[in-house]
């Protein structure tokens, strides 16, 4: 016979679970929903499920560096991205790496060289394309709005991506903990660093909740293009995809926290 009072336990834990889930699930209605009940560009009433857009759980491309992706992403520059150091500008002191890591999944669509519903495995049964096919031909299309949202491939207005935070400096060898080292650029806030399953993880912790690291600090990305495992600077360093309340009233959409008083900004530039 079960115990009731370990069913009731069981059963508020369910209940806070998804009290907060709840709260954080912001992509349901965002730009990011491509379903009619979206307010991006397109929507379809093809399907109503919001995540196999990006999403799948099964049959996802297991090259790509995020969580079950449902597209097919390029290698490296493809297809070929003018970046920032192109542009020369003395106060750029980072090396860059290809474009890739994260990055390249959010450029998937925000370069506007494929339809924006293109997915390895659509939704229902027997949708399985490895090329990917789209899920609306008719009503979603590529991705309209240049320069923002739709980027294309000459990143040079954009904020850098791919590039080694701070600089360079911090690697895989330093200890677990705030960095200590020095940073190439010293305008730069030290990084945290800790390891999970054996692999390095990097962040800078912003004003938003506590000094562990969450959704709301500015996440770095390991890569080792350089030669040595390192933070890279890429798009979700700056941006939740899941995201789209900013934290705060009137934001831009989708940052990882407010960027009143250009919180986001100073939260890695000591300016």
């Given amino acids: ?55 799948t759980p099964h049959g996802a491309d297991t090259d790509a560096p995020v969580p079950l992706w449902n597209k097919v992403l390029g290698t490296g520059d493809t297809p070929p991205f003018t970046r920032y150091s192109s542009l020369a500008t003395p106060s750029f002191d980072s090396a860059e790496a290809p474009v890739g890591s994260v990055s390249l999944a959010c450029l998937s669509c925000h370069d506007g060289t494929q339809a924006m519903d293109v997915v390895i495995n659509g939704p229902g049964s027997g949708n399985y394309n490895p090329n990917g096919s789209e899920i609306d031909p008719v009503a979603i299309g590529v991705m309209t709005g240049a ?39 010293p305008d730069f806030v030290s990084p945290e660093k800790a390891t999970i399953n054996g692999q390095p993880i990097w962040w800078v912790n912003s004003n938003v909740g506590t ?3 969450e959704k709301t600090d500015m996440l770095l990305y390991t890569r080792n293009d350089l030669g040595v495992q390192e933070p890279f600077v890429e798009c979700g360093s700056c941006h939740d995809p899941h995201n789209a309340a900013s934290q705060g009233t009137g934001s831009v959409a989708f940052l990882r926290t407010s960027n009143a008083a250009s919180a986001v900004c100073v939260a890695c530039h000591t300016k």
Wanted: charged letters at 10%.
């Fill in 1 to 55: 016979m079960f115990n009731k009072v370990r069913i009731q336990s069981i059963l508020l834990a369910g209940g806070l679970l998804l009290a907060g889930f709840s709260a954080n699930a912001q992509v349901v209605g965002s730009q990011h929903d491509l379903t009619n009940t979206g307010t991006g560009q397109g929507g379809t009433a093809n399907t109503d499920q919001v995540c196999v857009f990006c999403h």
């Fill in 147 to 185: 320069p923002v949202p739709m980027l294309g491939q000459d990143l040079t207005n954009d904020h850098p991506i791919s590039m080694q935070y701070g600089g360079g400096g911090a690697t895989v060898a330093d200890a677990n903990g705030t960095f200590t080292g020095t940073l190439g650029d």
């Fill in 211 to 213: 000094a562990a690291r």
